[in-house]
């Protein structure tokens, strides 16, 4: 195995185009360290992308935050700009493992590790968060919902590395949240969870709404029906209701020993109906 | 496996190893720089017990790659003695009996460490989900809490009285 630190996104593209055999990225290595020491994966090229300047940074314009591929959970916790835009996308961050784990986790490591119930992913979703794509041939931005096509499957081509991640411009109209289910309450696989982002306009009336379902299938799911449930309302009982079997219709679990499919369909929700109340009251709904 | 070698700052020291590149930073403490304060528990993230905190961020030591120190600043539980003096959480983890075996000890004590810092007057709920991260299968975890409630009450008074001087 070869351990390569480059300097440039150039760089390690062109390394990971290179390689024969298996290529990895190391961001925190939170998940890849657990998987070498368990043989799921042998690489021959690890590509640390931490020295990289353009993924270390946080930054923000007229079109919203832009925040660095080895970014921190920590650093994330610790950014009051994005707590204040952005809380359900620190929040579900911050759910990753523990203090030790948050000191090296990153968003784009748990999208690309790509596990159905990785915690950023539905408030990245919801948020309609893109990741800036650095490749071969140039660079592209994808949505984050088109990355991870399946459980430790992604869309990325050979050579491909997420540079950023970027989150749009967010006004005090507008909430996100994320809530997940576990039985213990610290350093726990989700169950499953709920990720909502909406906009109120005049008088508490929902404009727009994002919802994404998390651990109930075999990626992410984006569920506009359950979006649409809540639009135009301001978010009374009935709206909710509505939320909530919208939300159970897109659910497609599996039985384990963690949770029934009937438990996380139905728990499912009831999370989204709580993350919904939080980020309405977030976007200053009353 | 290829070896790299690697220069890195170790509890303020200048110190050189040279290790294959797949070797976790907590084995290159352990086996190469004979620091084995850190220990490993579950060499999967969920213990703690390898705590160190490298460039002043706590991490897990057995989930980071040796090579990963070049040019960094690892600080280990074996940093906190000053000047042959036991660092407040060492000595109320001995007052309040906060340990049985030891083996969780010098990871809650790097983890209690990095919670003080950034949060000097925690709460006891504070504390236990800033050490979630840790596990220990003999103490029960109440004296570890007391232990670390109390430093932190000491440490206060100490930066105080510091800061009147000054
Ligand atoms: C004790 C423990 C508890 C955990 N708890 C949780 C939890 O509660 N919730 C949760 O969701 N996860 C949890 N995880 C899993 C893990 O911490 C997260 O998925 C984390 O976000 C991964 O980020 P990373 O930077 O460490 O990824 P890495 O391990 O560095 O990378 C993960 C994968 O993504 C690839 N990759 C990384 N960055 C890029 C990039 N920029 N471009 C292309 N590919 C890339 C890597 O090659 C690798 O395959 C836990 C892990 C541990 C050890
Ligand atoms: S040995 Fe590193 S967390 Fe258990
Ligand atoms: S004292 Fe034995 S594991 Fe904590």
Redesign the interface.
Known sequence: ???E?PKSMKEAVGLMAKAKGNARV?A???DL??Q??SGMVEPDL?V?I?HIPATQEISKNGKGFKVGAAV?G?RLRDHAGLNKAWPGVVEATNLI?????Q??CTMSGNLCNASPAADSVPALVAAKAKAIVVGPKGKRTVPVEKIPTGPGQTSLKKGEIIEAITLPASSAKTGDAYLRFTPR???DIAVCSAGICLTIGARGVIKQARVAIGAVAPTVVLAPKAARAIVGTKLDDAALEKLAKEVEKVCAPIDDKRGTIEFRTEVAGVLAKRAAKIAYARAGGK | ??S?HVSTTINGDAVEYVCP??E?LLDSLRDRVGLTGAKEGC????C?AC?VS?DG????S????G??A?GREVNTVEGMVQDGELHVLQSKFIEHAALQCGICTPGFLV?AN??LERNPNPTVEEIR??????LCRCTGYDKIVRAVMDAGKEMRKKNKSKGKKR
């Open positions: 195995m070869r351990y630190a190391l925190g290595g939170t360290l657990v070498m020491k690890i640390d931490k921190s920590a493992g523990s203090d030790q784990v000191g090296r309450t610290e350093m | 496996m290829s790299v590149v797949d976790t060499g999967t993230g969920d703690g705590s490298l961020q706590l991490v897990c057995c989930l980071v790659l090579v990963e070049e983890a990095a919670l989900y800033g050490l979630a991260g840790n």
